[in-house]
């Protein structure tokens, strides 16, 4: 079914480095959502403090009528069961094989036989495509691969919320295609609540029902695929569309000499938005909406060329 995260006035810092302040947002139960920003602007961090890793300063993180931020460690411990992470690296441990690392969760945290460990792991291993590599060590096999172990190993516990730190990094573009087309799957299959941390726009342009964009220590925007991708906001527009015109620099934000320059310089036009991945069977995802069908109930007109089959196949942008 997937649990909805509401976050809400979310501040953090470490000593006098703010990270992000007053991030507030709504994670629907079983949608795939999408937090994408600049490498340092502390998605990361987000993620840690949302399974209470790390401590915000200040604000609420609800998840089934519990505050993660402000409750004890033994309730803590409880609601962290409902939670799979994939970290960035697939945190394998390069000793064991994938069999093992796959089964660690529930060796650790069950009392499960080994035989009823045994049928559990092999599913999983089937979810993601991994049988036939289960005595594999982690360095034996590519990046790809282990990103789907981390992932196998992630779902073990059967979680209402999954959190995946830059599945994409690291991975070529097909490789990536591969994954993100999995997740798709894996969400229409276990429909849970999933939250992908990236800086990857491609990701974020096809993947989820909705995008967040964290930019300059603060959330520049929460909301819908289409309302983010048809977004005439300085930020959003610039970093969604990966253009050089707009109030991003090199270094975190352009100076006033450098927008000034830039004043009066055209726009490219925002380019066409693509069609959302679907899941390989062809059956609908509960939370997927029909192409364009938020631009038609909130009167935007989509970007010329947007939804078109032929475009989205070719290039996936
Ligand atoms: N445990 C920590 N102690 C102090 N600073 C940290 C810690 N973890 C992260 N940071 C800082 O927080 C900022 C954001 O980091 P991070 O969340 O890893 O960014 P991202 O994942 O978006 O690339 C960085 O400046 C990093 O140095
Ligand atoms: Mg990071």
Same mark, same amino acid.
């Given at each position: 079914m997937g649990v909805e995260i509401k976050v809400d006035g979310l501040t953090k810092s470490f000593g006098k480095q703010l990270?992000?302040?007053d991030v507030s947002l709504t994670i629907p139960a079983g949608e795939i959502c999408v937090m994408l920003g600049p490498s340092g602007t502390g998605k990361s961090v987000f993620l840690k403090t949302l399974i209470g890793l790390l401590k915000p300063d200040r604000g609420s993180i609800v998840i089934e009528g519990l505050d993660i931020a402000n409750c004890s460690e033994k309730e803590l411990y409880e609601v962290r069961k409902l939670f799979g992470v994939l970290f960035q690296d697939g945190a394998?441990?390069?000793?064991?094989t994938l069999y093992d690392n796959v089964a660690f969760p529930l060796r650790e945290h069950t009392k499960k036989s080994e035989s009823e460990i045994r049928d559990i792991v092999m599913e999983k291993m089937e979810l993601v495509g991994l049988?036939?590599?289960?005595?594999?060590?982690? @360095?034996? *096999?590519s990046g790809g691969m282990r990103k789907r172990a981390g992932l196998a190993r992630a779902l073990v516990l059967d979680p209402e919320i999954v959190l995946f730190d830059?599945?994409?990094?690291?991975?070529?573009p097909v490789r990536t295609a591969f994954l993100n087309q999995l997740i798709v799957d894996l969400n229409a299959q276990i429909d849970a609540t999933f939250l992908i941390v990236t800086h990857d726009i491609n990701t974020a342009r096809t993947v989820p029902d909705n995008i967040g964009l964290l930019y300059h220590k603060h959330l520049a925007m929460f909301g819908p695929r289409e309302m983010l991708l048809s977004s005439e906001e300085p930020v959003v527009r610039q970093f969604l569309n990966a253009q050089?015109? @707009?109030? *991003?620099?090199?270094?975190?934000e352009k100076d006033a000499d450098e927008l000034a320059a830039e004043q009066g310089q055209e726009l490219p036009p925002l380019p066409p938005i693509p069609l959302q991945i679907e899941p390989s069977n062809g059956i609908a995802r509960r939370s997927q909406r029909p192409p364009g069908d938020w631009c038609l109930e909130h009167g935007v007109v989509p970007p010329?060329?947007?939804?078109d089959q032929n475009m989205s196949m070719s290039t996936g942008v």
């Amino acid at each position: 079914m997937g649990v909805e995260i509401k976050v809400d006035g979310l501040t953090k810092s470490f000593g006098k480095q703010l990270i992000w302040g007053d991030v507030s947002l709504t994670i629907p139960a079983g949608e795939i959502c999408v937090m994408l920003g600049p490498s340092g602007t502390g998605k990361s961090v987000f993620l840690k403090t949302l399974i209470g890793l790390l401590k915000p300063d200040r604000g609420s993180i609800v998840i089934e009528g519990l505050d993660i931020a402000n409750c004890s460690e033994k309730e803590l411990y409880e609601v962290r069961k409902l939670f799979g992470v994939l970290f960035q690296d697939g945190a394998m441990f390069g000793s064991m094989t994938l069999y093992d690392n796959v089964a660690f969760p529930l060796r650790e945290h069950t009392k499960k036989s080994e035989s009823e460990i045994r049928d559990i792991v092999m599913e999983k291993m089937e979810l993601v495509g991994l049988i036939g590599a289960e005595t594999k060590l982690p @360095g034996e *096999i590519s990046g790809g691969m282990r990103k789907r172990a981390g992932l196998a190993r992630a779902l073990v516990l059967d979680p209402e919320i999954v959190l995946f730190d830059e599945p994409d990094s690291g991975l070529d573009p097909v490789r990536t295609a591969f994954l993100n087309q999995l997740i798709v799957d894996l969400n229409a299959q276990i429909d849970a609540t999933f939250l992908i941390v990236t800086h990857d726009i491609n990701t974020a342009r096809t993947v989820p029902d909705n995008i967040g964009l964290l930019y300059h220590k603060h959330l520049a925007m929460f909301g819908p695929r289409e309302m983010l991708l048809s977004s005439e906001e300085p930020v959003v527009r610039q970093f969604l569309n990966a253009q050089r015109v @707009g109030p *991003i620099g090199m270094s975190e934000e352009k100076d006033a000499d450098e927008l000034a320059a830039e004043q009066g310089q055209e726009l490219p036009p925002l380019p066409p938005i693509p069609l959302q991945i679907e899941p390989s069977n062809g059956i609908a995802r509960r939370s997927q909406r029909p192409p364009g069908d938020w631009c038609l109930e909130h009167g935007v007109v989509p970007p010329s060329g947007s939804f078109d089959q032929n475009m989205s196949m070719s290039t996936g942008v």
